[in-house]
Structures are given as structure tokens and as C-alpha cells.
């Protein structure tokens, strides 16, 4: 660790970090009539109109950013209510950031770009999405081609970027495939069945399912989430139809080791990355219950936007599971410096229910592992005291060995103490923030009423091996 943050290679100082994401549709060139035309500025102000808002707020991603003003100022003048630009998002771009339009009090939100579709909890949304090029006469050849049974029951699912042309292509289809059927997207105010999508109560075990768009995490969440006895991808670009493998080996042994690491660990970081999904106090209260059963460390962490440096000043950590969005897929990255899980693979770790179970699906909504979650196993803490010892396929160290009893030891207490032995029979109360008191540097001070006043300057910039504007070089 110490060669990752101090390291003298040119190469390492001088890397040019790439901060795009390609597999996100906002990402690539786009041009304001790719999203925005008369008609959407119609269907927007007449959404305003109808709910009588007098504050909105508009949330662009980065790449949309330059077009927000002349949106805003259209809307303004023909809607005649306030509308307030989001300069930022407190987590990802896809979701609605709801504590920000709070800190204003606005009405309802106009979420543009790509969009996860997570339930909102507190304001109505209105979704504008980008406009995907798709020629559906090319779809609708690529299938024929490759399916020669026209009674073959097909579903079809797609990009939010092509909810647009959904309607066209259920028609088209349904010409050549009678039994076909296309997705549905639960837009603001509507109850999924499962993700973004409204199933109607019908399953896909034994038909084939077709997804349009590129290969993201939108991709691998629907054809996760959705089984059916094969998958294919049409990629619009390309123009072709392809057979997808929604789990790969590969991927599916390194998420594995991880779920051992998780198990090792002896302190857990719940990290939040979303305060609008709905549901995340309760998996959050689920987390704790399970990792105090097994006498496991918990802290709950909130920093804004997920990076690795933020997450590498918590080094008591052991091991960090994530709380987003479906489409938040920072646990498959490689930077962190201490393993980081989603809410399934803690649940895989933590949950003696899944014990001896191999999972034949995998999921990255938390939704999924609460009650009435299509993955919901009920934890039971006295499987864990129960569970024998067994040895870490990582470490080849015995887990579960001498643990204590922390009902017993706390008489029922919540607040994550427990009882350490000392020597000659002494005791002494622990608490998890005792390992953060102990620190020479606890974070930023205010120091009001003792630091003398002082002319304000241009502080240092870059990374402490090579700080380009140092005032102790001048």
C-alpha cells in the first residue's frame, strides 16, 4: 500500500486518470436535439401546469450541462414557475437527487439523461431521456434471421434511451412474432415488479429474451434480474444480434473471493451512496443486525460521490459494502484498496440461510434482499451462534472460533458495545469509535475564536510526492 500512495515513478505521478464512462449513454457527443425538441418542452410545461408547480428543479449530467440554461430559460417563460439548475449531484448522475432540490424546497424535478428509475421517496419526477438512433426494420430482420420458429415466445427489453420507439418496435415485432412481448418502464409514481420494469405478472423461465442497447450495467442488471432459458443482445451501432452470457466465470470467481474477504473481516464500512432510493434505511438496519450477530465492527459511512481516496482514510476498515443504485457498479472496480461489496454478496457473506446455496442468479438492487425481495432469505441469529467453525479460503485461518455472545455480553444493548477481557479477570467496555478516537488527526476543525484572522491564499494542488503550487518552494 505504501508503493500505491508514495510511489517515485514518473508514470505514477503523471497518470492522466480517465474520469469518462463509455458504457453510459450521456457519455458519447450529444447535440441538444437529441433529446430536446417543441414537443418535449410542450409535455414538460403542460406537466407543470397540470400539478400547478411553482419550483423545479432541473438535473442535467455533465455532458448535458451546456444546453441547461437555454432549457431552463424556455421553461421559465412558458411555464411561468421557477426553475433552479442542480450544479451537482450529491451521488450519481442516473439518480434523482432529491436533497439537493430540498435545500430550495422545489415541487417536483425534471431528471434528464440516462436514468436508473430508482423509487423516489419524497418528490414527483419527470423523466427526459436521450433519444437512441435505432433502425427497427434492422432489429426486426437480425431476429427473423436468427430465429427461424415464428412461434417462439419472445421478450424484448431495452435502454431507457430507446423507451421512445418501444411502441414501434411491439408492433413490428408482433408482425413476424405473434407471442412476442416488449418490456414496459415504471416511470415516476409506479410500482415496478422488478428494477425499472413492470412485468404484469408474467415470467420468462422458458422464452427467449432480446435486449437492446450497449453492454453496461443496465445490461447486466436486466438480464440478472429477468431468468429466461437464453439471452441476446442487439447492439444498435453495430447493428447486430448477438448471444449473451449474463455471468461470466471469470467475474463470478473474483466476486467470490470477495464475499471470503467480507467474511474475514473483523470491521465493516457500510458505505451510503443514495438518501432517495427507497428502502436503504432498511437494508442499512439489516447490515448492522447481521454483522453485530457475528461480531463484526460496523460503521456507517456517507462522503458524497464514491472514489477510492475517500474510502482509503478509513483504514480500521476491513471491508466496505456499498448501498446505491442498480446502476452503481463502483464494487466491480478495481482501485479500492479494501475489498468493496454490494448488498448481495454481504448477504451471501453475513446470512446463514445461504449457506451450501449456489446462487443461479445475481443481483445489485438491494431491494432484492429485503422482505418481498425476490432474493429476501429471513436471517436467523441463532444460526450463527449455532454455526461451526470453518476455515477461510483465503487466509486458511478457522473463522468462528471463541466468538462472544453479544446479546448476552451487552444485555440487549444497541449501541455495538461489547465486553473485552482483560487480564486477571478484568473487563473493560469497548465501542467501535474507539478505534477513530485514537487518532492524531480526526478531520477538519473549525477552531472559531482561536486561529488569529489571516489574508486568505491559493493553497497547494496536486498530490503530496508533487504539489505544483507548494508556498514553501517559493
Known amino acids: 500500500m505504501t508503493s500505491a500512495f508514495s510511489s517515485s515513478e514518473a508514470a505514477a505521478i503523471e497518470r492522466q486518470v480517465d474520469l469518462t464512462d463509455s458504457s453510459q449513454p450521456e457519455c458519447v457527443d450529444i447535440q441538444l436535439d437529441d433529446f430536446w425538441n417543441d414537443a418535449q418542452l410542450a409535455e414538460c410545461v403542460g406537466w407543470i401546469r397540470e400539478h400547478g408547480f411553482q419550483k423545479v428543479c432541473l438535473q442535467f449530467p455533465d455532458a448535458m450541462l451546456p444546453f ?16 433552479h439548475i442542480l450544479g451537482d449531484t450529491s451521488y450519481g448522475s ?39 438512433r435505432l433502425v427497427v426494420e434492422r432489429f426486426v430482420e437480425a431476429v427473423e434471421q436468427e430465429f427461424a420458429d415464428r412461434g417462439i415466445e419472445l421478450g424484448i427489453f431495452y435502454d431507457v434511451s430507446f423507451a421512445h420507439v418501444a411502441r414501434d418496435v411491439e408492433e413490428k415485432i408482433k408482425g413476424s412474432f405473434p407471442n412476442a412481448t416488449v418490456g414496459q418502464l415504471a416511470l415516476s409514481g409506479e410500482q415496478p415488479d422488478l428494477l425499472c420494469w413492470k412485468l404484469h405478472g408474467r415470467t420468462y423461465e422458458g422464452s427467449t429474451c432480446i435486449y437492446i442497447g450497449r453492454d453496461n450495467q443496465s445490461f447486466f442488471n436486466t438480464t440478472n434480474g429477468i431468468k429466461a432459458s ?33 467474511k474475514d473481516a473483523s470491521s465493516l464500512g457500510i458505505v451510503v451512496a443514495t438518501l432517495t432510493a427507497s428502502g436503504y434505511l432498511d437494508v442499512v438496519n439489516r447490515i448492522q443486525k447481521m454483522a453485530k450477530a457475528r461480531g463484526i465492527r460496523s460503521y456507517i459511512i456517507s462522503v458524497g460521490k464514491i472514489n477510492p481516496a475517500k474510502l482509503a482514510n478509513f483504514l480500521e476498515i476491513d471491508c466496505f459494502v456499498l448501498i446505491g443504485c442498480p446502476e452503481n457498479d463502483l464494487f ?17 457473506a453475513f446470512n446463514p440461510a445461504w449457506t451450501g446455496q449456489f446462487p443461479d442468479s445475481y443481483s445489485s438492487d438491494f431491494c432484492d434482499v429485503l422482505p418481498n ?28 472460533v471463541n466468538r462472544v455472545e ?3 455480553a451487552t444485555n440487549g444493548s ?44 491559493e493553497g497547494r494542488s496536486g498530490i503530496p510526492i508533487k504539489y505544483e503550487n507548494d508556498p514553501s518552494e517559493r
Open 230 to 262: 437464453q439471452w441476446f443482445r442487439f447492439d444498435p451501432e453495430a447493428e447486430q444480434l448477438t448471444r449473451a452470457n449474463p455471468l461470466d466465470s471469470k467475474w463470478l470467481r473474483r466476486r467470490f473471493y470477495y464475499i471470503e474477504k467480507c
Open 406 to 408: 453479544m446479546d448476552a
Open 68 to 83: 441547461s440554461t437555454a432549457i431552463a430559460e424556455l421553461l421559465q417563460q412558458s411555464s411561468q414557475s421557477g426553475i
Open 332 to 348: 466491480t472496480s478495481r482501485d479500492f484498496f479494501k475489498p468493496l461489496v454490494s448488498v448481495y454478496e454481504c448477504e451471501l
Open 373 to 400: 425481495g425476490r432474493l429476501y432469505k429471513e436471517f436467523d441469529a441463532g444460526l450463527v451462534d449455532d454455526a461451526p467453525a470453518d476455515v477461510s479460503l483465503v487466509t486458511g485461518k478457522v473463522r468462528n
Open 414 to 457: 444497541q449501541d455495538c458495545r461489547e465486553i473485552q477481557l482483560r487480564g486477571k479477570n478484568e473487563v473493560a467496555q469497548v465501542s467501535s469509535g474507539d478505534a477513530l478516537q485514537g487518532r492524531s488527526w480526526q478531520g477538519l476543525e473549525q477552531n472559531l475564536g482561536r486561529d488569529a484572522p489571516a489574508v486568505v491564499e
Open 94 to 132: 442516473c439518480c434523482v437527487d432529491e436533497i439537493a432540490a430540498s435545500h430550495i424546497g422545489a415541487d417536483a424535478m425534471i431528471h434528464f439523461g440516462h436514468a436508473c428509475l430508482s423509487r423516489a421517496a419524497r418528490l414527483p419526477i419527470k423523466y427526459v431521456f436521450v433519444k437512441g
